[in-house]
């Protein structure tokens, strides 16, 4: 397996969230942006072992998660957080 280099890595996220919060307003995205919300970083068994997952700069308080799928690391903890999330939007609806 090919290991991404971290640098790479941080800037591909960078990059990605710069561009998503440039991108213009469509039609529904005001509505989606009051939605409850999670910011999940996927892939982190591609960084070398012990390194931190990559700083990520969230609209709002949103909570960010960083999971493998092969490893299956963070997946508990993420799916806490969106049960929760999603009982807590159920009770004030």
Do not use: Q
């Not at 009051?34 to 609209?59: E, F, Q, W, Y």
Request: glycine fraction near 6%; include cysteine.
């Amino acid at each position: 397996m090919r290991r991404i280099p971290r640098r790479s890595f941080v800037e591909r996220c960078t990059a990605l969230g710069a561009a998503l919060a440039a991108a213009p307003v469509r039609k529904g995205w005001v509505a989606m942006r009051n939605k409850p919300h999670v910011v999940v970083v996927t892939k982190m068994d591609l960084l070398p072992p012990g390194d931190p997952p990559p700083a990520i700069a969230t609209h709002g308080d949103a909570p960010v998660f960083a999971v493998s799928a092969v490893t299956r690391a963070g997946l508990p903890d993420l799916l806490e957080a969106l049960w929760t999330t999603l009982r807590a939007a159920a009770a004030t609806n």
